[in-house]
């Protein structure tokens, strides 16, 4: 006899796309709503198919997806996340039977309709999504990032703390050719291994420990990218301490020094790393004799002071740090604090600024403005910390004219504000809605839904294309030409694209013709005849529809399909069209407007700080 899957409370209401309010206020309510069959009192757990068959019978929800119950079930099957997925991968692939047999012809069924890449995409996804696993795996976007500021889109790509793989799914989105891990965690080495031979990627996982037993001492990768262990206390110090050092012994207390330093002789000469660090790393007093090695021979190219919330533990500002395997020193070191941003903001700039630094061509205002010196770094404490105030003369010079000119554009911003501001009345409220869901339109033809586009083998594609941060960001198409995307999907105007892996469903008009859409993106494309395309997207955006269009499991992907718009004639539909047109508009102008205060703000302060400028 197998245990049943069962949900909390806020499963209920993402299943329902209520809020956990309504959910409390039905055990009120109704006597017959399912009883607690686990968990505790303040988080009661309950039958997922005692739930279903009470929603079906109130009308209040749409069935479960097959992949939500599968994953459901083999957790309950499994008791631990990993251990459930692991189960279904080496059915998937082949190599042993699942152990649940009453499972069995679920995942095979989902398999022969899906293939087993995407069934076994599909329970990662949900895996990833678990409170546990989003405390301790490293979000999408960040990875991406990582894998973009280390050049990791061709070649080998190592991570010495590779868990169940995640930074090297990064690298094989970026193009990697060849993809190495190890982890000292067996169930995650196997997840990682298990991903690699699903997706027929050339590599190998080894299980171990990375810095006490390196699995890989020939390896000479083109990048190593990684999101270390923090804080370790019982690193190796030990064992390590007549180790080949190559900037120097780790003292015990810094051993995110210990694994920079096996990050970097593991490059090839010329490789970049890219490491998330925790943000003491920068100044503590016992590191600095490393990083002044690392300074003074080129192997630390960059630190970057991320904002808070880009990765665990969310409330820390985390920094990344680019270094290099150098075949000289470097003048410069490139100090980049976004922590004022907000993480959009901060992924938006922060590659296309490293980019320029490490091309050393052509560097903008911009670049130049958070280079520091090497020799001025090179004081009593080496402190590295983007935070801290680095200024020479050229980062005040011309400190008057760009305040004046800031303050010029921040006013024709707050000009334009008020004339975007909707004109609005008093309507007659729900009762007068008939809601058509995405779906339904789908169905009718009124709506094409394209995508997502994904990464794959083959020819290099010529041209841009659109990538959620191109999507969030509100700016032109400007993926690299060697991403490698299938389906082709070339983008129209009027269509509405739509972000599938964002924290909240996020859509936005397409203008230009040309560019292709890039991986994690659906294409909706309305025919203009019968439906508006400004409508549907600004409809996409509303509370109600986070609500409907999210899973039952909480993940971060979403299903427009339960998304639901007033039923309205093309005419009443381009007038709300309008009213959401001149709300993106506001939006981007109070984004402007805030980006040019912030700018206003620091170059007072510096010009101040500097005698460049004084009060009248």
């Not at 004022?340 to 320029?356: G, Q």
């Not at 959620?468 to 299938?486: E, H, I, N, Y």
């Amino acid at each position: 006899m197998h245990r049943r899957a069962r949900v909390t409370a806020a499963d209920i209401a993402r299943l329902a796309g209520v809020g956990r309010a309504a959910v409390s206020n039905w055990r009120k309510r109704y006597d017959d709503f399912p009883a607690p069959v686990g968990g505790t009192a303040a988080s009661p757990q309950f039958d997922l198919e005692q739930v279903e068959q009470w929603l079906a019978v109130q009308g209040k929800a749409p069935s479960v997806a097959d992949e939500d119950r599968l994953w459901r079930n083999l957790l309950a099957a499994a008791g631990e996340p990993a251990e459930a997925l692991v189960a279904a991968g080496e059915h998937l692939i082949g190599r042993q039977a699942l152990p649940y047999d009453f499972l069995q012809p679920e995942l095979d069924d989902l398999a022969n309709v899906h293939g087993p890449v995407a069934t076994f995409d599909e329970l990662w996804r949900r895996y990833a999504a678990l409170p546990a696993q989003r405390s301790v795996v490293t979000p999408d976007d960040l990875a991406d990032l990582m894998v973009t500021l280390a050049g990791a889109s061709a070649g080998v790509v190592f991570d010495p703390a590779c868990g169940a793989g995640g930074m090297l799914r990064a690298a094989a989105r970026a193009g990697a050719a060849r993809l190495y891990g190890q982890d000292g965690e067996p169930t995650l080495t196997r997840l990682a291994d298990l991903w690699i031979a699903l997706n027929r990627r050339t590599g190998e996982i080894r299980t171990g420990d990375s810095l006490r037993a390196d699995a890989f001492p020939d390896l000479a990768a083109d990048a190593v990218v990684s999101n270390l262990p923090f804080g370790q206390t019982n690193w190796g110090h030990e064992e390590l301490g007549n180790a080949p050092w190559e900037f120097g012994p780790p003292p015990r207390t810094e051993p995110e020094l210990a694994w920079a330093q096996h990050a970097i002789a593991h490059l090839r000469p010329g490789g970049r790393a890219v490491l998330l660090m925790p943000p003491s790393v920068a100044a503590r007093r016992a590191g600095r004799r490393i990083r002044a090695n690392m300074l003074r021979r080129g192997a630390l190219r960059a630190v970057i002071a991320l904002p808070p919330g880009a990765a665990p533990p969310h409330a820390v500002p985390l920094h990344l740090w680019v270094l290099q395997k150098a075949n000289r020193g470097a003048a410069e070191v490139l100090l980049l604090d976004t922590t004022e941003c907000d993480l959009e903001a901060a992924y938006r700039s922060v590659a296309d600024i490293v980019t320029a630094f490490l091309g050393c061509e052509d560097r903008s205002e911009l670049v130049e403005a958070h280079t520091v010196s090497v020799l001025d770094l090179l004081d009593e404490e080496v402190d590295l910390s983007p935070g801290r105030r680095h200024l020479g003369d050229a980062d005040v010079a011309d400190a008057g004219p760009r305040l004046a000119d800031a303050g010029r554009r921040l006013t024709e911003s707050a000009a334009r504000m008020p004339g975007l501001l909707p004109d609005l009345q008093d309507g007659p409220g729900e009762a007068g809605v008939s809601p058509v869901t995405v779906g339904d339109l789908l169905r009718s033809g009124s709506l094409q839904i394209l995508g997502p586009v994904r990464g794959a083998e083959g020819e290099q594609v010529a041209g841009l294309t659109l990538t959620v941060q191109d999507l969030t960001a509100g700016r032109p198409a400007s993926g690299a030409a060697d991403d490698r995307l299938t389906p082709r999907i070339a983008l129209q105007p009027g269509d509405v694209v739509v972000s599938v892996t964002e924290r909240r469903l996020f859509a936005r008009i397409n203008t230009e013709s040309g560019p292709l859409l890039g991986r994690q993106l659906w294409l909706l494309r309305p025919d203009p005849q019968v439906l508006d395309s400004w409508f549907l997207a600004g409809h996409l955006g509303t509370t109600v529809n986070q609500r409907l269009a999210g899973s039952l499991l909480g993940t971060s992907r979403f299903d427009v399909r339960r998304v639901q718009l007033p039923r309205a004639a093309i005419g009443e539909q381009r007038r709300q069209g309008e009213v959401f047109r001149r709300l993106h508009e506001l939006t981007e102008t109070i984004r402007e407007a805030a980006a040019l205060g912030a700018d206003i703000t620091r170059l007072t302060a510096d010009g101040l700080a500097s005698g460049r400028l004084r009060p009248v």
